[in-house]
């Protein structure tokens, strides 16, 4: 069993949609967690970071930790052709050195 | 345009060969970090440096080896490359505050290394 499942899709939907992304991950020593936006043949783009758990909101972007579920949410409000890429979900333990990235979500935003 | 800059931008070679990739991090970042990317495995840890040293080390295959300059730049060799080697091979870096690196990595635009 993978450290972080993450649903590879793909997933489409209409412009203007919300859009919910999620991770489950086994590892209770992840503190920390992130999302990244790559985009085809790009490097990943960090697009938000949470410790712990919580919400965070920043522009149409919200990520969401729940740590006694073991889960993390990303929504994206207003959804546009421009936010279809792949989003990769990302986490790490205290002192870990490394990031534990899902297999990423393909998502496309149809017009 | 996240400042980590990679060379060469792609990579064709032959079986048995060896290449060398090069790294260089955001402007004040001391961790670097070299990540391997394939359809099937997806976005994988190799070996991360901090400031010269080498810090973690991942599921990084004995014929790859990596190091970090005291400029900060850094190079992942691989040598005796087989099919399988090829992917998208990624760098990233970390900024540190009072000597302490920060979870947050920024990527940059990968090499992506084919091996015929």
């Known amino acids: 069993q993978k450290e972080v499942e993450q649903d590879p899709g793909p997933l489409s939907v209409p412009e203007g949609a919300i859009v919910s992304l999620n991770c489950t991950y086994s590892n209770s020593a992840f503190q920390y967690f992130m999302w990244y936006r790559q985009y085809s043949r790009k490097g990943p783009e960090l697009l938000m970071y949470?410790?712990?758990?919580g919400n965070k909101e920043d522009g149409r972007f919200t990520a969401q930790v729940d740590k006694s579920s073991k889960y993390i949410s990303l929504f994206i409000r207003d959804s546009q052709p421009s936010d279809s890429a792949t989003y990769l979900c990302?986490?790490?333990?205290?002192?870990?050195?490394?990031?534990?990235f899902g297999q990423g979500t393909r998502l496309t935003i149809n017009p | 345009d996240s400042g980590v800059t990679q060379t060469p931008k792609h990579l064709i070679t032959a079986t048995g060969q060896r290449v060398t990739l090069r790294c260089s991090p955001r402007?004040?970042?001391?961790?670097v970090y070299w990540y391997q990317q394939s359809l099937d495995q997806g976005l994988q840890f190799l070996i991360q440096y901090y400031n010269g040293e080498e810090r973690a080390k991942g599921n990084i295959l004995e014929r790859f080896s990596a190091q970090q300059f005291p400029d900060l730049h850094s190079e992942l060799n691989l040598s005796s490359l087989e099919l399988g080697d090829s992917a998208l091979y990624f760098c990233?870096?970390?900024?540190?505050?009072?000597?302490?690196?920060?979870?947050?990595?920024?990527f940059g635009p990968g090499t992506r290394l084919l091996v015929l």
């Open positions: 949470t410790y712990s758990s």
């Open positions: 990302a986490m790490s333990a205290r002192g870990a050195q490394k990031l534990v």
């Open positions: 990233a870096s970390s900024p540190s505050i009072g000597g302490v690196y920060q979870e947050t990595q920024y």
């Open positions: 402007s004040g970042d001391l961790s």
